[in-house]
């Protein structure tokens, strides 16, 4: 079964606004990732956060971590064509070791 | 991109018949996974390798079997294909732990089964 649920599914935006995407999960984890795919293409890693960590930077990106409500949201600042792709969050649990629990994406569009 | 290929990149196989999928890195990677992607329902581990000849199942094994005799290779076997196994593969390698860092994931590997 998916460890973590993206809200929303769908999201599309014009050129220049932010775009935030969430993602929730079940059990308690070791550190939650983000990554993008663009369309038939593998997926990329943007960013890692970990339970001890509640925010987080990179470029565009800005990543914040609630471990009491077991959420996460990725914001991308002022989006670009070029940040049309599927985003995915993949949670590491506790004990997991080497397995990373993938969610089912949010199909992010950007208007130019 | 990471040293990772995988191939083929595209195969139509028949119900029933035998299908080997390979993954081969050049990053010395300890650790080797093999997902599926079906539209719904994200991505799926079915195998993955925490070394040479060290294997352990998935979320969705049934029907594949994998082997990994040298540290860059990481092969997907369907057994028997079936229709469900209709699918985009993908291989992703990670430095260690995979839940402590990311994973690096090849082109993929679309597979029909007629």
């Known amino acids: 079964s998916q460890q973590g649920e993206e809200d929303p599914q769908a999201l599309s935006i014009q050129e220049g606004e932010n775009a935030t995407m969430n993602c929730s999960y079940k059990?308690?984890?070791?550190?939650l990732q983000w990554y993008r795919q663009n369309s038939g293409r593998g997926l990329v890693h943007l960013i890692l956060i970990r339970s001890n960590e509640r925010e987080k930077h990179s470029g565009r990106l800005r990543v914040t971590l609630d471990t009491s409500k077991k959420s996460s949201s990725l914001l991308i600042t002022a989006s670009r064509a070029a940040d049309t792709a599927s985003y995915f969050c993949a949670t590491a649990a506790t004990g997991a070791n080497s397995k990373l629990t993938f969610g089912k994406g949010i199909t992010l569009s950007v208007r130019p | 991109d990471a040293g990772i290929t995988q191939s083929p990149r595209h195969k139509v196989t028949e119900t029933g018949t035998p299908v080997t999928l390979r993954c081969h890195q050049t990053?010395?990677?300890?650790?080797m996974y093999w997902y599926r992607q079906d539209p719904g329902h994200g991505l799926r581990l079915i195998h993955y390798?925490?070394?040479?000849?060290?294997?352990d199942k998935g979320e969705v094994s049934d029907g594949y079997s994998v082997s990994r005799s040298k540290t860059e290779d990481f092969l997907l076997t369907l057994e028997s294909a079936t229709s469900s196994q209709t699918s985009v593969y993908f291989c992703?390698?990670?430095?260690?732990?995979?839940?402590?860092?990311?994973?690096?994931f090849g082109p993929g590997t679309r597979l029909t089964v007629t």
């Open positions: 992703a390698i990670s430095e260690t732990s995979g839940g402590s860092y990311e994973q690096y």
């Open positions: 390798s925490y070394g040479v000849k060290d294997t």
């Open positions: 990053e010395n990677h300890r650790y």
């Open positions: 059990t308690s984890i070791n550190n």
